[in-house]
C-alpha cells in the first residue's frame, strides 16, 4: 500500500485541522472512485533530516519577507518558533490512476487556491496569481 508523505512546518492547532480537512478528503475520494480506501496518521514530531526542516524555515522566512514588502502582513498568525515540522502520512489503496496526480490532489490541502480571473490573457502571467502555503510542506511518495 503507498503511502503519501507531507511534512509540513505548522503549529498544533492548525495541524489538526489539516487532519481534518485530510480525512475529508479521503471521503471525498473514496465516494468518486478515486481509491478505495485511505487513512491519514499525523506524527506531531517525526524523525526528519535537520536539512529539510531548514528549508522549510526559510521558504516560510522568504514568503513572509514577500509579504511584508507588499505590504500585506503575515499569512499566518503564529511565529516562527511556533510552528515545527509535523507529519502527515496517507495510506491509499486501490487507486485508480496516477498516484503522483492523487499526490498532487491532496497538496491543495496545504496549499490555498488561487482566486483567477476568467480572461485567459490575463493568465498568462502565471507568477501574478501564486499563492504562498501559509505553512511550508514537502511530499514524498512511499511506495
Known amino acids: 500500500m503507498p503511502t503519501i508523505q507531507f511534512d509540513c512546518l505548522i503549529d498544533s492547532e492548525n495541524a489538526a485541522c489539516m487532519t481534518k480537512r485530510v480525512r475529508r478528503l ?5 465516494r468518486d472512485g478515486k481509491i478505495i480506501s485511505a487513512d491519514v496518521t499525523h506524527d506531531p514530531h517525526p524523525h526528519i533530516d535537520p536539512l529539510l ?9 522568504e514568503q513572509r519577507d514577500c509579504e511584508s514588502e507588499r505590504g500585506e502582513g503575515e499569512s499566518t498568525e ?4 511556533d ?23 491532496y497538496s491543495h490541502v496545504f496549499t490555498p487556491l488561487a482566486d483567477l480571473p476568467r480572461d485567459a490573457l490575463a ?3 502565471e507568477q501574478a496569481f501564486e499563492q504562498t502555503t501559509p505553512y511550508p510542506w514537502s511530499l514524498e511518495i512511499l511506495r
Open 123 to 125: 493568465l498568462q502571467d
Open 26 to 30: 479521503n471521503e471525498l475520494l473514496i
Open 78 to 81: 503564529t511565529s516562527e518558533d
Open 83 to 105: 510552528v515545527n515540522v509535523q507529519r502527515f502520512s496517507i495510506d491509499v489503496s486501490g487507486v485508480s490512476g496516477s498516484l503522483n496526480e492523487l499526490a498532487m490532489t
Open 53 to 61: 526542516e531548514d528549508q522549510l524555515r526559510q521558504i516560510l522566512r
